[in-house]
């Protein structure tokens, strides 16, 4: 039997278009931001270092705060352009980083970075989610956002690391990447990849009719992205609490990651089959049940087996969120409300660790994965008490 190919015919290039113009723009968020900048900062720029702490703040905050504008560009000017411009900005914050003596300098470049930033995914997911046959919206949006995810981490390994020795070569790899994230997006529609409905209702009711459908998701936006951001921070800090030395937690995060990966064909399924809350509640409720056996400090013997269960929760959520989504937006006000959850999404992760930070300094190495595993559990229950205010979905097609 012939494996299905979760986009609709012609749509490939697109999504691809739109998914390298994302990976260049996290590569080089990542890599500027946590790696370039501590060490140029002081060293090349002559900044103070809460400068350049400074600086990914007023980018996170630009990012966070110009998603839903961003979405609502999309829906009216197209998504060509509005990837493009935001992909121009985030080149010219670049090429004006070596300009940056000045405190306020590097926060507004910064800013303007993250402005430019606040395009990328809110383009790349409203894309995907068009290109994605009826029943497969989950599986597609999941697998263009965790094929960028390799990008994070490798922007601050490479940027961090030709930083120790050549600054100016680091930052001409990054605005190599973004100038070929430009060019991706030149190969993206104009408009939409699939076609307005016709005889859509007056302009205030679809408005009405989006704020309604976002009412449920954007407290589930912030809470899960607060319990999700709550360890990544931490887990090297915690490990040695754990009996774990640094290739032990890269052991631990490998089993959790291998058994997320290869679980995705069966949670996407059951996710785009019209059981997305399904997915999200068993996806926490398993995440939360593993972080308070962490919590518990076992053996160090036992971690892998929980690492396994909380990498199954992991692979139930990913796909589940972007079906619930998908699902539950109304089509044609999607990118402007898919932008506005993005908001909030942006915001429980700024927050996650820093209350992950305040459990560990209140309850020791125990305390982020007791509060964690309280959050993902409520998350799940959650779920569960105001089902009726979340749809299953759309009708799937089998899969």
Partial sequence: MTRRS??????????AAAAVALACAEFVRSGVYAAYLPQAGPRELGLPQAAVGLAWTAHFAADTLMRGPAGALIARRGLRVVMLLGSLLSLLALALLPLAHWPWLIVLIAALHGVGFAAMWPGAMNLTADAAREGYQGRAITGVALGV????????????????????????????????????????????VRPREEGQ?????????????LAPLLPAAFMQNVTMSMLGLLLFTLAPGLGLNYWGMVALLAVGGVVAYGSLPFTGRVADRGRARLALTAGFALVGLALSAIAATPPVWALYPLAAV??????????GWAALVTGTLPEGERPAAWGALMTFENAGTALG?????????QLGVPGPFLVGGVLALTTALAYIVFRRAFPEGRTAQPA
């Fill in 6 to 15: 979760p986009l609709r015919p012609g749509t490939l290039g697109p999504v």
């Fill in 353 to 361: 660790p820093l209350l992950g930070s305040l459990a560990f300094a």
């Fill in 149 to 192: 995810m390799p990008l994070v981490g490798g922007g601050v390994l490479l940027l961090g690391g030709l930083a120790q020795g050549n600054a100016g070569l680091a930052l001409l790899v990054a605005l190599g990447m973004q100038s070929l994230g430009v060019l991706a997006t030149l190969a993206l529609p104009a408009r939409r």
């Fill in 201 to 213: 209702a007056p302009a205030p009711e679809r408005v009405r009719r989006a704020a309604r459908a």
């Fill in 310 to 319: 909380a990498g199954l929760g992991y692979a139930c959520i990913s796909p």
